[in-house]
């Protein structure tokens, strides 16, 4: 059973002469523990299916599954509920707390959830430093470089032991060396600690170390791509699916 499933997803912003198809009748799938890269042109509709997938908003039409359960059938307080337990956003500028440290930060969803502060820094405490801040846990994000505010983010998705993590250009904010370690450390999520990861990229580099790839172009999928992860390097091969997508 997928872990995520889109049916016929569509989402129209405004109305009439002036209204614009975002997605269009697209349908995807994600199953437990896999990686899955989002690619295409700018304004294809990306974030918008990141955006409906997580409940952050509703289609138009069509339907999210996340497991068993579909997010139309959820009132707001309900879907927060399920967000905060069953999904884990990391965004590409970090969307830190500037007065809170790094441990503060990473346990702020588990107290938001009714977790006692003490089981939500512990709980923080822990993925931190899975994922290298274990020397950190006391470090405010100006204190932190770009590359260790991502990791602190990460760390705060995975908090609440969610089952998807979405990730929204995670690396663009990053230079290429902490780019290639942001998405090497997504790749451990996935492999290691066996959550869904659905990344939003623009960069075939990045997107190589993903599962899968679903290609979109004016709101429809047109590719959908599976990657070998055997060591060798599938850069090239994004990149021409890419330039294929823009003529």
Request: aromatic fraction near 4%; charge should be negative.
């Amino acid at each position: 059973m997928s872990l995520v499933q889109t049916q016929e997803l569509t989402k129209v912003y405004g109305a009439g002469d002036t209204a614009v198809t975002a997605l269009d009748h697209v349908n995807v799938h994600v199953n437990p523990g896999e990686f899955v890269a989002v690619m295409g042109p700018s304004g294809c509709g990306k974030s918008t299916l990141l955006h409906l997938v997580g409940g952050l908003d509703r289609p138009t039409s069509g339907r999210v599954w996340i497991e068993d359960t579909s997010l139309g059938d959820l009132n707001d307080d309900k879907l927060t509920e399920l967000r905060r337990r069953k999904i884990g956003f990391v965004f590409q500028f970090f969307n830190l707390i500037p007065v809170l440290d790094a441990t503060e930060n990473a346990a702020l969803p588990l107290t938001l959830d009714g977790t006692s502060p003490g089981d939500a820094k512990k709980k923080a405490r822990a993925w931190l430093t899975r994922v290298g801040l274990g020397n950190r846990l006391t470090s405010r994000p100006d204190q932190l470089s770009g590359g260790q505010q991502q990791r602190v983010a990460i760390a705060r998705a995975l908090a609440a032991e969610p089952a998807l993590v979405l990730a929204d250009e995670p690396t663009g904010n990053l230079d290429t060396h902490s780019g290639d370690e942001i998405a090497g450390l997504l790749r451990q999520v996935s492999d290691e600690w066996q959550r869904a990861v659905v990344m939003v990229t623009h960069d075939p580099r990045i997107a190589a170390y993903a599962d899968r790839i679903v290609f979109l172009k004016d709101g429809r999928v047109v590719d959908d791509t599976k990657l070998k992860q055997d060591g060798s390097d599938n850069t090239q091969m994004v990149t021409g699916k890419m330039h294929a997508l823009a003529e």
